[in-house]
C-alpha cells in the first residue's frame, strides 16, 4: 500500500472510530433515559440528568507572589514552635532579596504542621547577615567558612529538631498548604523516604512535576514549561528523583545516609543521588501535586552551565552514572524515548499500565459502588501498577477528583480530556488493562479498545448485573413493559460479556446464573472490598435503628417506603421509643416525606456516618428486589453492627441467617426479627461477631487482592 493510501486508511480508520463511539452513546444514553422514566417519573429523571450534568468547578488557578523588593525584615514574623515536626532548612548565599521573598511566603502562607525555620549563611559578604537575624521566630546559623551548597545544608540539618527535614532553595516563594501536604504524604502512603513539592516559574509555567532519569544518567524535568492545571501533573506520583528546591525527608533517614553526599560538592546531582540512596534502602520517592512552590531558578547558581557553579551539573552527572550505573541499566533509554513515550517513562517501575472507566467519579460517602471502585483503584496503586482513571461524563467532581489523585490515580476531565477517542489513539497502545464498569458504559468502550489497545485485556465489570435487578423489579410490580425492558437489557449485557476478555460480577450467584446465560464466557467474582473497623460499643451503649442508601438506585427508595410504612409501625407498637434513622443521599421526596412519620428522622446526606453505625443498636436493609452484594450490608457488618435483612440484601453474602445476620421476607417477620435482636443482648453479640468474621473473611482487601491479580496474571 502507498504512503498516500496508509495516511488515507488511517484517517478513515478515525473517522469511523469516532461515529461509532458517538452512536453508541447515544443509543446508551436514550435507553437509560427511557428506563429511568418508568422508574422515575418525569421529574426524578429530569433532577438526575442536572445532576450528572450540572457545571463543576475546575481546579483553582495559581495564586504567585509578588517578587518585588522592598520587604522590610522587621516585619515577617515567622511560625514558632517548642516542638517542632519539621524543620525547614534554607541555605543562603547572597541574594538577599531573594530570601526576604522565601521569608514573607513562609510567613503569610497557611500550614497547620508546626515547624521551625533555619536559615544558614554561607558567608554572605552583601548584608545577610546584617538584615537576617533580626526577623522573628528564624533560627539563623552563619557558617565560620564557606562551605558550598551541600555543606551548608549538612551544617543546618545537623541542627534540626524535627522529625522531618525540608529543603528549601532561598530562591522559592510557597504556596498554601505547601508544608502540610508534603509531609501528610508520609502518613497517607506506604514505605515513603522522600517526597518533592510541584516547582512552578513565576509566570505560571511548570518547571517540575518530579523528574526521570534516563540511563545514562541525564535528567529530566516532568512537565518543564508546560501547563500545571494539566491532570498529568495533579497526582501523587513514584519518581526517579524531585529537585532539592522543595523536599522532605525523615531526619534520621537522611543523618543514616551521612546527609548530602560530598562526592558531589559544591552542588548539582546531590539531590538525585539522595533519591537513588532512598530507594536502595526500600523506600519510595514520591511527588506531592498539592506542594506548590514558586522557584525563581536561576538565581542562586545562574543558567550557564560552561562557568561557575553551575558547570558542576556537567561534571557530576559523570560521578552520578559511575555510581549508579548498574541500577540505571533498567531505566529508560534517552536515544529511545520519543516524546510519545514519555508518558510511560515517567512511571516506568509500574508492573502494568491500568485504564479505569466509570460512568461518573466515585463518592465513596454517596453509595457502596463508589467505595468498592475506591477500593480496587487503591488496591491496584498498592500492587505497583500505574492507574489512570476518567469518567464517562468527563467531569472534575470537588473533593472526590483530588482525592483520587492523592490516592495516586491520574484522572482524566473536561477539557483536558475533550474526545476519549484521540486519547486512545495515542495511549492504547500502552495499556494492558481497561477496566470499564456498567453495561450502558462498557459497549461505549469496545471498539475503541479493541482498535487502538489490541495487547489490553478487556474487563467488564456489572457492578451488579442490571438484567437481572430490572427483572426482580418487574416481577415485583407485576409490570410486563418493565419485564420488556429487562429483556432488552438483559440482550445487551449478555452481548457484552461475549465481546469481553472478563467479566467481573461481586456475587457467586450472578456467576452461576452467567454460567446458564453466557455459557463459555470467562466470569471472575470481585466482590465489595471493605476495611474492618470493629466493634466499638456494646449493646447497652447503642439506641434506635437506621437504614442507609443512596436514593438514586430505585430499590433504595422502595426499601425505605415499604420499611417506614408497613414494618416500622408493627415496631413501634412493641418499642415505642425506638428511632428509625434514614440516611443517604439524593433523596426523592417520598423519601424525605417519610422524616414527617412518627418515629423517623431522615437526615439526608450525611458526612460522618460513623457516629451511627457506632451509635445505632442495629441496621435494617428492607430491600425487596435488587442484585449484587449490599455494601450497606457489609459496612453495618465491618463495624460491627447487627443487620435484619431481606433475602434479597444478603443475597451472595455467605451468611449464616442467626449467626451473621437475621433474615425475613414479609413485614410480620421483619418485624419481629427487628424486636427480637433489639431486645435480646446474647443474639445481638452473637450477630455482631459473626458479622465481623464474615466481613474478614470474604469482603477483606486480601480478598480482593487475590481477585485482581488473577486478572492481571
Not at 531573594?98 to 508546626?114: H, K, P
Not at 455494601?631 to 453495618?636: A, E, H, L, R
Not at 466481613?695 to 492481571?712: E, G, I, K, M, T
Request: glycine share 8%; aromatic share 8%.
Amino acid at each position: 500500500m502507498t504512503r498516500p493510501l496508509r495516511y488515507a486508511s488511517r484517517l478513515a480508520g478515525k473517522f469511523v472510530s469516532r461515529i461509532r463511539f458517538r452512536a453508541q452513546r447515544l443509543v446508551n444514553a436514550w435507553c437509560r433515559a427511557l428506563i429511568s422514566l418508568r422508574s422515575r417519573g418525569l421529574r426524578g429523571t429530569w433532577h438526575r440528568l442536572r445532576q450528572e450534568l450540572r457545571p463543576v468547578p475546575q481546579v483553582a488557578p495559581m495564586v504567585l507572589p509578588d517578587a518585588g523588593g522592598g520587604i522590610d525584615a522587621g516585619d515577617i514574623a515567622l511560625p514558632v514552635s517548642d516542638t517542632p515536626t519539621v524543620s525547614i532548612v534554607i541555605p543562603v548565599y547572597n541574594h538577599l532579596d531573594a530570601t526576604l521573598v522565601c521569608l514573607r511566603s513562609l510567613a503569610q502562607t497557611t500550614n497547620a504542621t508546626a515547624h521551625e525555620i533555619i536559615v544558614v549563611d554561607d558567608c554572605s559578604s552583601d548584608e545577610t547577615a546584617a538584615v537576617l537575624p533580626v526577623i522573628a521566630g528564624l533560627r539563623y546559623q552563619r557558617n565560620a567558612r564557606n562551605l558550598g551548597f551541600i555543606g551548608a545544608c549538612n551544617a543546618a540539618a545537623a541542627n534540626a529538631r524535627g522529625d522531618y527535614v525540608v529543603f528549601l532553595n532561598n530562591d522559592t516563594a510557597v504556596q498554601d498548604g505547601w508544608l502540610d501536604a508534603l509531609i501528610d504524604t508520609f502518613d497517607e502512603h506506604r514505605d515513603v523516604g522522600l517526597v518533592g513539592a510541584k516547582l512552578v516559574y513565576p509566570d505560571g509555567r511548570l518547571q517540575e512535576a518530579g523528574g526521570i532519569v534516563f540511563s545514562d544518567g541525564s535528567g529530566w524535568n516532568y512537565g518543564r514549561f508546560d501547563d500545571p492545571a494539566k491532570p498529568e501533573y495533579n497526582f501523587v506520583r513514584e519518581v526517579d528523583y524531585c529537585s532539592g528546591a522543595a523536599i522532605a525527608l525523615p531526619t534520621a533517614l537522611f543523618r543514616r545516609f551521612g546527609g548530602f553526599d560530598a562526592h558531589y560538592a559544591p552542588a548539582y546531582y546531590e539531590d538525585t543521588d539522595l533519591a537513588m540512596k532512598v530507594r536502595q534502602a526500600g523506600l519510595r520517592v514520591l511527588y506531592q501535586p498539592a506542594s506548590v512552590v514558586v522557584h525563581f531558578e536561576g538565581i542562586s547558581s545562574g543558567t550557564d552551565t560552561s562557568s561557575g557553579t553551575k558547570r558542576y551539573q556537567v561534571v557530576n552527572k559523570e560521578k552520578f552514572f559511575a555510581r549508579w550505573k548498574d541500577a540505571l541499566a533498567s531505566h529508560p533509554d534517552p536515544a529511545r524515548t520519543a516524546p510519545q513515550d514519555i508518558v510511560k517513562a515517567r512511571q516506568h517501575r509500574a508492573r502494568r499500565q491500568v485504564l479505569v472507566i466509570d460512568a461518573t467519579t466515585p463518592q465513596p460517602d454517596h453509595d457502596s459502588g463508589s467505595v468498592r471502585l475506591c477500593n480496587i483503584l487503591r488496591l491496584l496503586r498498592e500492587d505497583g501498577h500505574a492507574v489512570t482513571f476518567f469518567a464517562d461524563n468527563r467531569a472534575w467532581v470537588e473533593r472526590y477528583t483530588p482525592a483520587l489523585q492523592q490516592m495516586g490515580v491520574e484522572v482524566l476531565w473536561h477539557p483536558h480530556l475533550c474526545d476519549p477517542v484521540s486519547w486512545f489513539e495515542h495511549n492504547g497502545a500502552r495499556l494492558d488493562l481497561v477496566f470499564v464498569s456498567r453495561h450502558y458504559i462498557a459497549s461505549n468502550y469496545v471498539d475503541l479498545v479493541r482498535r487502538h489497545a489490541p495487547r489490553a485485556t478487556l474487563a467488564f465489570d456489572t457492578v451488579d448485573l442490571h438484567y437481572l435487578r430490572e427483572q426482580r423489579a418487574a416481577e415485583l410490580a407485576g409490570s410486563s413493559e418493565m419485564a420488556r425492558t429487562a429483556e432488552k437489557t438483559r440482550e445487551q449485557e449478555l452481548r457484552l460479556i461475549r465481546e469481553c476478555d472478563v467479566t467481573l460480577v461481586v456475587s457467586p450467584v450472578e456467576k452461576e446464573l452467567l454460567a446458564k446465560d453466557a455459557p463459555g464466557a470467562r466470569v471472575e467474582v470481585l466482590s465489595n472490598v471493605h476495611e474492618i473497623f470493629g466493634r466499638r460499643r456494646d449493646f447497652s451503649e447503642r439506641a434506635d435503628i437506621m437504614f442507609i442508601g443512596g436514593y438514586q438506585h430505585p430499590p433504595n427508595v422502595d426499601a425505605a417506603v415499604w420499611f417506614a410504612t408497613q414494618i416500622l409501625p408493627r415496631v413501634h407498637a412493641e418499642i415505642p421509643e425506638l428511632v428509625f434513622h434514614l440516611i443517604g443521599s439524593k433523596a426523592p421526596a417520598e423519601v424525605r416525606a417519610l422524616g414527617e412519620l412518627p418515629g423517623v428522622v431522615f437526615h439526608g446526606f450525611v458526612e460522618d456516618i460513623e457516629p451511627f453505625l457506632d451509635g445505632c443498636r442495629l441496621a435494617v436493609a428492607p430491600l425487596r428486589y435488587g442484585a449484587g452484594v449490599k455494601g450497606k450490608v457489609n459496612m453495618s457488618m465491618s463495624y460491627g453492627q447487627p443487620v435484619v435483612a431481606t433475602p434479597v440484601a444478603v443475597e451472595g453474602m455467605y451468611a449464616e441467617p442467626g449467626r451473621e445476620v437475621l433474615v425475613a421476607e414479609t413485614p410480620e417477620a421483619f418485624a419481629a426479627q427487628v424486636i427480637r435482636a433489639y431486645r435480646d443482648p446474647e443474639l445481638w453479640t452473637r450477630l455482631s461477631d459473626g458479622g465481623l468474621a464474615n466481613v474478614a473473611r470474604h469482603f477483606s482487601f486480601d480478598s480482593a487482592r487475590d481477585a485482581l491479580r488473577r486478572l492481571l496474571g
